[in-house]
């Protein structure tokens, strides 16, 4: 069966600092990957997808970077945090199919705080 | 226009009611769609798929009006677990997900 890891837990940065937040999954190949992001109170915020290694598609531009070095394994990052950064990031995989029904499953997720 | 819009609520029902929560899409190109359910502080999780005909599992029945372009989900004899937000979810062709901000759902006892 398929699982998907997501690193840390929980995270409190200062304003300024640097970030990276890892993803990865196992037990299955190719599979589309995302980056999410929830505020607060707030619906989910589409922030990356990649299709394949290296190939990364941008939604919302803002000072964070996604890579995706292996198939399965999703960094997100950032140079330098803002206090809006603070929210539930969100790692999330689906199979690679245009078309049916290629549902979506999420890691548990990292709560960060910029102070 | 959002892709997906659902009414936040919240709904507050005693246990056993039964309960509906609509959601639009605006895309007409939209294929496929899905109902998640996110307990406080933690990840969505896949309910179930909302296929063409209607699909039923347990409790939970979903159904899909393209004409009108509202997703549905009906839970009846609601349990206190069952206390959650409810997000809607469409995909268009591509390789991207559009989820609804979600519907609070607290079952009283």
């Known amino acids: 069966s398929q699982t998907i890891h997501q690193w840390p837990a929980t995270l409190v940065q200062p304003v300024g600092s640097p970030l990276s937040l890892e993803c990865t999954v196992e037990?299955?190949?190719?599979?589309?990957l995302y980056w999410y992001r929830q505020a607060a109170g707030r619906g989910l915020q589409l922030l990356f997808y990649?299709?394949?290694?290296?190939?990364i598609s941008s939604e919302v531009p803002q000072n964070l970077s996604a890579s995706r070095p292996q198939d399965r394994q999703f960094i997100l990052s950032s140079k330098k945090l803002l206090l809006s950064d603070s929210g539930f990031y969100l790692c999330?995989?689906?199979?690679?199919?245009?078309?049916?029904?290629?549902?979506?499953?999420f890691g548990p997720g990292t709560r960060l705080t910029v102070l | 226009r959002k892709e997906v819009e659902q009414d936040p609520g919240p709904f507050n029902v005693p246990e056993g009611a039964t309960v509906a929560f609509n959601c639009t899409y605006s895309?007409?190109?939209?294929?496929?769609f899905f109902w998640y359910r996110q307990d406080c502080r933690k990840e969505p999780k896949l309910l179930m798929s909302?296929?063409?005909s209607g699909n039923e599992d347990g409790r939970f029945t979903a159904q899909l009006n393209r004409a009108s372009q509202y997703i549905s989900l009906l839970i009846r004899d609601s349990k206190l677990s069952d206390s959650a937000t409810y997000l809607c979810?469409?995909?268009?062709?591509?390789?991207?997900?559009?989820f609804g901000t979600g519907t609070s759902l607290t079952v009283i006892p």
């Open positions: 909302v296929y063409s």
């Open positions: 999330a995989w689906s199979v690679r199919r245009v078309l049916g029904y290629n549902e979506q499953f």
């Open positions: 979810v469409g995909k268009n062709t591509g390789n991207q997900f559009y």
């Open positions: 037990g299955t190949s190719n599979p589309n």
């Open positions: 895309n007409s190109a939209s294929q496929s």
């Open positions: 990649s299709v394949g290694i290296g190939q």
